[in-house]
């Protein structure tokens, strides 16, 4: 039975940084697509980004590239989202992704003056 436990959301500063983590448990993420998607309040789940099985080729959402970076480690089978220059706009619930339609619980993302 998959696992997610999603951590490192809360509350940054317009400009600050956070970053995610996603561990799963009960299979292997080395044979799967990874990613991250968000949901702000009143809008549609969206892409953020996601990483091939073997780490070597990602896509981003336009409104986040250049700021965010997916990463992962297999080994801990977990996944990371870096998110840099944070803006207002990037609050929403983060959700982490595993390919076969698998989703974690989600984390607030606030990004608050």
């Known amino acids: 039975q998959l696992r997610f436990v999603e951590s490192g959301g809360g509350l940054a500063q317009p400009g600050g940084s956070l970053r995610l983590a996603c561990t799963v448990s009960?299979?292997?993420?080395?044979?799967?697509?990874i990613g991250w998607f968000r949901q702000a309040s009143g809008k549609e789940r969206g892409l953020v980004g996601s990483?091939?099985?073997?780490?070597?080729?990602?896509d981003y959402a336009d409104s986040v590239k250049g700021r965010f970076t997916i990463s992962r480690d297999n080994a801990k089978n977990t996944v990371y989202l870096q998110m840099n220059s944070l803006k207002s706009e990037d609050t929403a619930v983060y959700y982490c992704?595993?390919?076969?339609?698998?989703w974690g619980q989600g984390t607030q993302v606030t990004v608050s003056s």
């Open positions: 992704y595993r390919g076969g339609g698998f």
């Open positions: 009960g299979c292997n993420l080395n044979f799967y697509v």
């Open positions: 990483m091939n099985t073997r780490g070597g080729i990602t």
